[in-house]
């Protein structure tokens, strides 16, 4: 069973629950940003906020934990999601190239070995192996989570959209793409040691000190065989690829609680803009839908 009532209880049992918290992302921070196109995206999508005028957006940073209180310490998995402002549409990204689970039910497959045995247990680890096995397509993204560099800063990070979307072009041509923040800081990373005594939030703190910040958008476009539907697959490093514009993040939001029961939906696009054949990207309008019913009940 892939309900979203199903994957959400399940993801509970992740972090344990915290009412009124996203289920994943819990401990994140609004800020106001802009985007401005370069152009490059015009000839190949419709999409207004890509190839018009500088769009306002929002942008929030987040740890992956399900616990807002969970130290930011150490090679987390972190968020970068943009709601663009004009029109709707958002982009939601983490700072590992590929997902670890290419379909819903194999995610709840995943997330059920992460749990369902006691934390720090043999059988635990014993229930993970069996998921990879069961799931070679996965590995790559377990090697990447298990690589990733301790930031230091927000704005030091790249972050991947991960899925396959659909540009439509204005001649009705379409065309597979992947996004990419890249950080106009460069990538700056500490070791483990570093960020030993890191309390929650410590790289939101960071990122007050350090505004405004920016990233380029980079546009990689599929080949012919590439993979479109499994988001645990990367396509090839020398696709082409288009610099579509530049987001630079400003100030913290003026009404940080009206922006975090924000969603932040990847599912959400702007004409000229479609979802691929992924079925991780369609079921993720029905889970977020799910974990927002949940903390706007406060639950
Ligand atoms: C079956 C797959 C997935 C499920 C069930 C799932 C579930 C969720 C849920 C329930 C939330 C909290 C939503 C809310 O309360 O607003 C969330 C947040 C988030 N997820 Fe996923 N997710 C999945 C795949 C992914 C993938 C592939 C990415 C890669 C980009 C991703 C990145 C994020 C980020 C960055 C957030 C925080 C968004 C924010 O700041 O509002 N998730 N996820």
Same mark, same amino acid.
Do not use: E, I
């Given at each position: 069973m892939t309900d979203p009532v199903t994957v959400v209880d399940a993801m509970e049992r992740m972090s344990g629950l915290h009412p009124g918290?996203?289920? $994943?992302? $819990?401990l994140g921070r609004c800020y106001d940003a802009t985007f401005t196109p370069s152009g490059a995206a015009a000839a190949y999508t419709a999409a207004a906020h890509l190839r018009g005028e500088p769009t306002p957006a929002i942008v929030r940073y987040s740890n992956t934990a399900g616990d807002p209180g969970q130290p930011d310490a150490g090679p987390a998995v972190r968020g970068m999601a943009v709601k663009f402002l004009s029109p709707e549409t958002d982009l939601v990204a983490l700072n590992v190239p590929v997902f670890m689970a290419s379909t819903p039910a194999k995610f709840l497959d995943m997330t059920r070995a992460l749990?369902?045995?006691?934390?720090?247990s043999q059988q635990r680890a014993d229930a993970v192996v069996a998921f990879i096995t069961a799931n070679p397509e996965s590995v790559h993204a377990f090697q990447e989570a298990a690589t990733i560099p301790v930031p230091e800063s927000y704005a030091t990070i790249r972050f991947w959209a991960q899925h396959a979307f659909v540009w439509v072009g204005p001649d009705g041509t379409r065309r597979f793409v992947r996004y990419r923040w890249e950080p106009d800081a460069g990538l700056h990373h500490l070791t483990a040691e570093d960020s030993a005594d890191w309390g929650p939030g410590h790289l939101l703190d960071e990122l007050a000190d350090r505004l405004p910040v920016s990233f380029t958008l980079k546009v990689q476009f599929a080949g012919p065989e590439d993979p479109t539907a499994d988001p645990t697959q990367p396509w090839p490093a020398d696709r082409p690829e288009i610099d579509a514009g530049r987001l630079e993040v400003v100030k913290p939001v003026a009404d940080q609680e009206f922006w975090d029961q924000a969603v932040f939906d990847p599912t959400r696009l702007a004409e000229g803009i479609e979802l691929s054949d992924d079925p991780v990207l369609a079921y993720r309008k029905q889970a977020y839908a799910e974990g927002r019913r949940r903390r706007a009940a406060g639950h």
């Open positions: 918290f996203r289920r $994943a992302h $819990a749990t369902d045995k006691p934390s720090g």
